[in-house]
């Protein structure tokens, strides 16, 4: 399966690592989205890496479940000292075992561009979130330029693969194409590699919980298929 994978179980070992040269990156997220949460919320975050952002967060909230479909990601995540209210677990964000209007929040950084399929994530946190709950979706958004291009063939020489180079304007449609309500969208970070630091509700309406059951019938057609 071309979904960077792969990359991501050789990589879960030097990820922290590597990670804290965006340090104040992840500070700045946190800032952002800390005022949102609430002592009685549960949360879910997708594509958790090694708990950047579950780890200093999670203390805030009722329940935090940080999830990774890497097994190696999430088993170095378990080494840090966390607060007993967040939980780790290997998941698939694109079919994920939770049921309907689980969770207050889905917390999905810095994955949405490296996912194959992005709109299955979305469509699966769109059917785990209540009526009116957050998403944040801090996001890169290299944009267009050439050093943008430079700087994602670098990155592309060590395996690592983006799917989807979107501009802070590209990534707010996508989202909202997709039904989420976009609430705030403050660009962190520097100017070589902004930001967009994405907060968005679940409003529901007739189309987007249409467009949503579509996607997800898909999906469930497609492990079916598999199967057979």
């Known amino acids: ?7 991501w179980e ?8 590597f990670m804290r040269r965006s340090q104040a990156t992840y500070q700045q997220i946190c800032k952002a989205m800390r005022p949102f949460l609430k002592r009685d919320m549960d949360v879910l975050e997708l594509a958790c890496g090694t708990g950047q952002l579950s780890v200093p967060l999670s203390p805030c909230v009722r329940s935090w479940e940080a999830t990774d479909f890497s097994a190696e990601m999430i088993r170095q995540a378990k080494k840090q000292v966390h607060s007993s209210r967040l939980h780790f677990s290997v998941q698939d964000a694109t079919k994920l075992p939770y049921g309907p209007e689980s969770f207050d929040a889905v917390v999905i950084s810095n994955a949405l ?12 946190a769109w059917r ?34 983006v799917y989807h180079v979107w501009t802070a304007g590209e990534l707010m449609a996508y989202l909202s194409e997709r039904g989420y309500s976009i609430v705030r969208h403050p660009l962190l970070g520097s100017s ?32 079916k298929v598999k199967e057979e």
């Open 128 to 161: 785990v979130l209540k009526p009116g709950g957050w998403l944040f979706a801090p996001t890169f958004v290299w944009g267009k330029s050439r050093s943008a291009r430079l700087r994602l063939w670098f990155m592309g020489l060590s395996g690592f693969r």
């Open 10 to 17: 050789r990589f879960s070992r030097h990820y922290a690592g």
């Open 192 to 223: 070589l590699a902004p930001l967009c630091c994405l907060m968005a509700r679940k409003i529901p309406d007739e189309r987007t919980a249409a467009r949503q059951t579509a996607v997800r019938s898909a999906q469930l057609d497609h492990i």
């Open 113 to 124: 561009h490296v996912m194959p399929h992005p709109e299955k994530a979305l469509a699966e």
């Open 1 to 7: 399966m071309d979904d960077n994978k792969q990359f």
